[in-house]
């Protein structure tokens, strides 16, 4: 596995009141992004997604990922306002078996009278701090860069 999730990162994301986007690509390249909170990352690493429909975009897409060896792409935010992007690469679609079944019992739990579709493996390939918290790291040490626009209502405004 490319990628290993520190136990406060997966904490992060498999918490309930974090945001996850999950952007995949159609046959013409046309990216596809949804709003995903059945994602989460399991006790092996891998992120999984429960995906409810067989006919939704997202897992027409998600095949074609498979065949023709394509990457996918997940945002999150977490409850603490953090950002992270992943690049992950789908392994594996289970549609029956004891791992189906676990997760089909659980979702039911959760979300009541649903169908499951496909438990889909995807694989973590990197992962990227995004946002503020990021963007504090990446000037630390470097000269703070200003538009004279802003300098001049700095100035005005003393």
């Known amino acids: 596995m490319a990628v290993?999730?520190?136990p406060e990162?997966?904490?992060s994301?498999?918490?309930p009141a974090a945001t996850k986007v999950l952007a995949t690509v159609d046959g013409e390249g046309i990216p596809h992004v949804v709003f995903k909170g059945s994602l989460h990352i399991?006790?092996?690493g891998h992120i999984v997604l429960l995906e409810l429909s067989e006919y939704s975009e997202t897992n027409r897409n998600l095949v074609r990922s498979i065949w023709f060896d394509h990457k996918v792409a997940l945002n999150l935010r977490t409850s603490d306002n953090r950002s992270f992007h992943?690049?992950?690469k789908p392994e594996r679609a289970i549609i029956a078996g004891p791992v189906f079944e676990r997760y089909y019992q659980d979702i039911r739990a959760?979300?009541?009278d649903v169908d499951l579709s496909t438990v889909w493996i995807i694989e973590p390939q990197s992962l990227?701090?995004?946002?503020k918290t990021a963007a504090a790291k990446a000037n630390e040490g470097r000269l703070p860069l200003i538009h004279?626009?802003?300098i001049a209502a700095v100035s005005t405004a003393h």
């Open 110 to 112: 959760r979300l009541g």
């Open 9 to 11: 990162f997966v904490k």
């Open 13 to 15: 994301f498999n918490d």
């Open 148 to 150: 004279l626009d802003r």
């Open 4 to 6: 290993a999730f520190s």
């Open 86 to 88: 992943i690049v992950g």
């Open 42 to 44: 399991d006790d092996s």
């Open 128 to 131: 990227v701090e995004k946002g």
